[in-house]
């Protein structure tokens, strides 16, 4: 990786050396191909967007930042996906990536410049490919991954509030689950609670 001050670039190298990791978490990640296969093209958008979050989630959990490099490409390949599958594409993806935007960005300020840009602009990019509910989903699911893991580190570790905790592990993970697993947590929801 290139560091310029206290940047790091994305460069070929950098994804080279994360490989190892790539591929072992993507290892664990067969098993839910396996059993949700329904069509080869589905499965090919599913690895992809699978791999995205896995090493923006790497990456953000090293280095504290999330690529526009992963980002713009994860974008396209949302706003292809979601054609293909003739999936709601307007309105579905604009009310996704305008929430997700709309949402950290609010949170960016009322804490002081507490969430990062990248985050923000990954919320917009996941809001593509899950769109208005499923981004919601996402966004509430990290949020409170992220809140436990907080609350583990304060009480059993060194670190204090002013700590910054990289929020991207949190979002892919969360990402993750709801595009393979949104409409069964939605079906869940209703059965307690409606």
């Not at 990248?118 to 699911?141: H, N, Q």
């Not at 409170?144 to 910054?164: E, P």
């Amino acid at each position: 990786f290139m560091v310029q001050g206290n940047k790091v670039r994305l460069t070929w190298k950098l994804l080279y050396t994360s490989l190892p990791k790539v591929l072992l978490g993507g290892a664990f990640l067969l098993p839910v191909f396996y059993s949700r296969y329904e069509s080869l093209e589905l499965l090919l958008a599913e690895i992809i967007f699978s791999l995205f979050l896995l090493v923006i989630a790497i990456f953000d959990f090293q280095y504290g930042l999330i690529f526009d490099r992963l980002l713009l490409p994860l974008a396209i390949l949302g706003l292809l996906f979601q054609i293909y599958f003739g999936a709601d594409i307007i309105q579905n993806m604009a009310y996704g990536s305008f929430l997700g935007i709309g949402s950290l960005f609010l949170l960016r300020i009322l804490s002081h410049n507490g969430m990062g840009y990248g985050d923000i602009k990954f919320a917009g990019v996941l809001g593509i490919w899950l769109g208005w509910d499923g981004i919601l989903m996402a966004l509430w699911g990290a949020f409170f991954l992220g809140g436990i893991f907080a609350a583990v580190l304060l009480l059993w570790s060194n670190r204090s509030l002013r700590d910054k905790i990289p929020f991207g592990p949190f979002l892919s993970f969360s990402a993750f689950v709801v595009f393979f697993y949104g409409q069964e947590l939605v079906n869940l929801y209703k059965d307690w609670w409606l």
